[in-house]
């Protein structure tokens, strides 16, 4: 019988929505701005696919909120091979729950989480364990990961039902957090994890580095900045090429957090998402957005300010695309990712979407989650 197991980060991702661009160290500080954990309904998502396979398999997991809260929801057979001593999970416990995977032996760990829990499960398991997980953090830029947890759970119910899937070498990287919030990358490669390869479910390591198109970026800038209607808010999000149109406005610019931008100044910067609610509540509003190189994603990556509350509230019709063509052609014909969290907002938001490449220059571009 095939034997799978699991293991939920619980506190992944807490800091996403509240702009603190991650939650290594900043549980207190998540939880004192309002953040809702959602680490257990990500990997609900991933689960759920599984109830329908008519081939049975064992759940492996952790006690608690580490695995057994959820798989008992679900109904899920399960075994509990790991209890951690306190109800406040910590790096130790996913680390000693990923040895005692290892030890009891499973065909598939999936766990729940971002790139610091990336790095606990290959420090303890490295390429012996084949590994997928379920995006969970605010900051993914290991290949290890579905593109969603949908498609995550849509290759574990492959490698149950008996599908052969090649297996291929997945980097973990993660970054120094604390120069993250001050608008610095600093990516660490930290090893690499066996995966099952599916390039359709499974992400792309990102892609670093600097636009080397300096004159692309300048000509998508002209246009944004020349489409730009007084009295109308811009919600300015992160990334290098929307950076550039804040450069080509003289403003100052939050690189990994969202900017509201009105009349040619800057009125907000690095939000979170109820600040951003409060602030465009019943005016009209602009969202200019970029896709992450090499990946592909437009929402749910390193910008979860920008909420499925959010983005109904600034309106589907309302939201600009830009990014160079040579950055759509790294994609290599893959569709643009919407992972939101929001089922119904991703189906809206699929379909094919204009994208600024350049002044007055578009292209047409699909949006289209695998499910």
């Not at 996913?94 to 829990?117: C, H, I, K, N, Y």
């Not at 149109?245 to 907000?268: K, P, T, Y």
């Amino acid at each position: 019988m095939f034997r799978l197991g699991v293991i939920i980060n619980p506190v992944a991702g807490i800091g996403g929505q509240v702009a603190l661009k991650g939650s290594d160290g900043m549980l207190a500080e998540a939880l004192a701005r309002g953040a809702v954990p959602r680490a257990n309904e990500r990997a609900r998502l991933a689960l759920q696919p599984l109830l329908a396979l008519s081939r049975p398999f064992e759940v492996v997991t952790v006690a608690g909120e580490m695995g057994e809260r959820l798989v008992t929801e679900l109904g899920l057979s399960h075994t509990i091979i790991y209890r951690p001593a306190a109800p406040q999970t910590t790096p130790e416990d996913t680390r000693a729950a990923a040895r005692r995977m290892l030890e009891t032996g499973v065909d598939l760990l999936l766990f729940a989480g971002g790139d610091g829990t990336a790095r606990d499960i290959c420090a303890e398991v490295g390429e012996r364990l084949h590994v997928l997980g379920i995006p969970a953090g605010c900051k993914i830029h290991s290949g290890v990961y579905g593109v969603t947890p949908q498609a995550s759970g849509r290759v574990a119910a492959r490698m149950i039902e008996g599908e052969l899937l090649s297996l291929m070498e997945g980097e973990v990287m993660d970054i120094d957090e604390a120069a993250f919030r001050e608008g610095r990358v600093r990516a660490r490669h930290y090893g690499q994890l066996k995966v099952p390869g599916d390039l359709r479910y499974v992400q792309a390591v990102k892609q670093g580095g600097r636009e080397s198109e300096e004159l692309v970026l300048e000509e998508i800038a002209a246009e944004i900045v020349e489409q730009m209607a007084p009295d109308t808010l811009y919600l300015m999000g992160s990334g290098g090429t929307v950076a550039a149109c804040m450069a080509h406005l003289g403003l100052e610019n939050s690189l990994l957090g969202v900017d509201l931008v009105e009349n040619g100044r800057l009125i907000g910067q690095d939000l979170g998402a109820r600040e951003i609610l409060t602030r465009i509540q019943g005016r009209r509003c602009q969202l200019i957005v970029t896709l992450i190189g090499g990946q592909g994603h437009l929402f749910g990556r390193g910008n979860q300010q920008l909420s499925p509350e959010v983005i109904r509230a600034v309106g589907l019709d309302n939201i600009q695309i830009v990014a160079s063509k040579r950055k759509l052609a790294l994609l290599d014909g893959r569709p643009l990712l919407v992972d939101t969290g929001d089922e119904g907002l991703d189906r809206a938001l699929c379909g094919y979407r204009r994208i600024i490449t350049g002044y007055r220059d578009q292209v047409i571009y699909p949006v289209a989650n695998p499910q």
